[in-house]
């Protein structure tokens, strides 16, 4: 079967930097997405890895390693804004996504 | 119009009642989704469209329906809602290009009681 799975919830504080990890086990594969989700808001793209290694974008980071089906998103310099859920996705051979539950980011001062 | 929208923003709905929820991209993208969102749950698929005049299953199609017609519209119907289909609904539209990124829609709340 397929399945995506990351920790349900993690507490970070602020100024901190904090690692959420993905594992994944899809029929086929076509990228790894990472999305943020503030609540009551739509989910919001961060960051696409398709190659294995790290792709960096400001505080943000995403690392990928497709012969261990994981990835990882790496947030530094934390910020209260950064409270949210963090949605991994991963892209099936007939470009439909397979979303893991997500992870609930507590940010504390 | 900017990006995807959906309407209503939320809706209370007596079960069995027929519902239609709307979505209009302005982004000419092809690909368009329907999604659902519980608590616990990862966003799951109830149906999608490749291309104008074309739809398919997603892994919760049950008790919904999808047309498209046109490129920019994407509307969701429950015929007979029953209250399991309280949930979120977030429709989504892919660019089409090399990182397939979906951009997704404000969602529309829906109760049925």
């Known amino acids: 079967g397929q399945n995506i799975d990351q920790p349900t919830e993690m507490t970070a504080t602020e100024g901190a930097i904090v690692q959420i990890n993905c594992t994944y086990q899809?029929?086929?594969?076509?990228?790894l997405f990472w999305y943020q989700q503030h609540a009551g808001e739509a989910p919001t793209f961060l960051s696409y890895n398709v190659l294995d290694g790290l792709e960096e974008k400001g505080r943000f980071s995403s690392f990928l390693s497709r012969s261990k089906g994981y990835s990882y998103l790496l947030l530094k310099e934390l910020q209260m804004k950064d409270s949210a859920s963090y949605l991994c996705?991963?892209?099936?051979?007939?470009?439909?996504?397979?979303w893991g539950a997500g992870t609930k980011l507590i940010i504390k001062p | 119009i900017a990006g995807i929208t959906q309407a209503p923003t939320s809706q209370i709905l007596a079960a069995g009642r027929r519902m239609t929820l709307r979505c209009t991209q302005d982004m000419r993208h092809n690909a368009m989704y329907w999604y659902r969102q519980d608590l616990g749950l990862g966003l799951r698929l109830i149906h999608y469209s490749n291309t104008a005049g074309t739809t398919g299953k997603g892994e919760v199609p049950d008790g919904y329906s999808v047309s498209r017609a046109n490129t920019d519209d994407f509307p969701l119907t429950l015929a007979s809602a029953v209250p399991s289909q309280t949930s979120v609904y977030f429709c989504?539209?892919?660019?089409?290009?090399?990182?397939?990124?979906?951009?997704f829609g404000p969602g529309t709340r829906l109760t049925v009681l």
């Open positions: 899809t029929s086929g594969f076509n990228g």
């Open positions: 996705a991963v892209t099936s051979s007939n470009y439909q996504l397979i």
């Open positions: 989504a539209s892919r660019a089409d290009g090399d990182t397939d990124t979906q951009y």
